[in-house]
């Protein structure tokens, strides 16, 4: 079966430190992968490299046989269609919901949960668009026919429009 996509020899080092040395893989069409290894063993770094976030030294990404230039910005990698999604955060089972929320560090970049309390249209319009990712995932990965999916183009749910 042909690859979709094909990572060949891709190298990566910050400073003194190989984050990725010669990394070759292909992934076929319709198989789902997974990549696995201990922390540090440059997992991460490696979807860097294929999506753009971080430059590669060395080595080349072929996306359904065609080369993905170097330098090439995020967004024109992911008008190629391929793009990534990050971890899941998880809470910590043994305290409170509360304390998790107070848990999060005041400096941290990423969406406070905090404020999604006082903003429930935010939070609506955010599960609207984890849905729409879910899905495009679905049909990427050309699992939405398998899964029978039906994909409808439709406005967000209004908890006030439900039939009663």
Not at 24 to 40: H, V
Not at 116 to 123: A, C, E, K, Q, T
Not at 126 to 143: P, V, W, Y
């Given at each position: 079966?042909?690859?979709?996509?094909?990572?060949?020899?891709v190298s990566k080092n910050f400073g003194g430190i190989r984050a990725v040395r010669?990394?070759?893989?292909?992934?076929?069409?319709?198989?789902?992968?997974?990549?696995?290894?201990?922390?540090?063993a440059?997992?991460?770094t490696?979807?860097?490299?294929?999506?753009?976030?971080?430059e590669m030294d060395s080595g080349e990404v072929l996306f359904k046989s065609e080369k993905v230039q170097p330098g090439?910005?995020?967004h024109e990698i992911f008008l190629?269609?391929?793009y990534r999604s990050f971890q899941i955060t998880r809470e910590f089972h043994q305290i409170t919901v509360l304390e998790n929320l107070l848990a999060v560090p005041p400096e941290q970049d990423g969406e406070k949960?905090?404020?999604?309390?006082?903003?429930?249209?935010?939070?609506?319009k955010?599960?609207?668009?984890?849905?729409?990712?879910?899905?495009?995932?679905?049909?990427?990965?050309?699992?939405d026919k398998k899964a029978g999916v039906t994909i409808i183009p439709q406005g967000p749910f209004i908890p006030t429009e439900a039939p009663e």
């Open positions: 079966m042909a690859s979709i996509l094909e990572i060949k020899n010669n990394c070759s893989l292909k992934i076929e069409r319709g198989k789902i992968s997974g990549l696995i290894g201990p922390n540090g440059g997992k991460t490696l979807f860097n490299l294929i999506t753009g976030f971080y090439s910005q995020t190629k269609g391929i949960i905090w404020m999604n309390w006082f903003r429930p249209d935010r939070v609506r955010q599960e609207n668009r984890n849905i729409e990712k879910a899905l495009d995932i679905l049909k990427f990965l050309e699992l």
